[in-house]
Nanobody, 120 residues
């Protein structure tokens, strides 16, 4: 099983980024997927999740209205479109595969993370 995140970068406040997570080694289309993030000195926190079908999504309050999670089951890839980025969005972003929800314990598979830094 592999989850490989990409797209992290150093950007300025107000910029946009799109993260991608390519999955392999499991039946991606049967798994709910999530994005989490971890800032230095803080616990890993929920960002967004999406059902296996793409029919339902959920977002943490700090990112609601700015971030959009989506997936392409034909490409075994989940995305996180991040707009209007703020310095407080700075973190390592992880994708995860498992059961729809906000708790890390619901997810069986994790990627290695991609760094997003928002700074002027």
């Amino acid at each position: 099983v592999r989850l490989v995140e990409s797209g992290g970068d150093l950007v300025q406040p107000g910029d946009s980024l799109r993260l991608s997570c390519a999955a392999s080694g499991f039946t991606f289309s049967r798994y709910d997927m999530g994005w989490f993030r971890q800032a230095p000195g803080k616990e890993r926190e929920f960002v967004a999740s999406i059902r296996w079908s793409g029919g339902s999504t959920d977002y943490a309050d700090p990112v609601k209205g700015r971030f959009t999670i989506s997936r392409d089951n034909a490409k075994n890839t989940v995305y996180l479109q991040m707009n209007s980025l703020k310095p407080e969005d700075t973190a390592v972003y992880y994708c995860a595969g498992g059961l729809y929800g906000r708790l890390t314990i619901k997810y069986d598979y994790w990627g290695q993370g991609t760094q997003v830094t928002v700074s002027s």
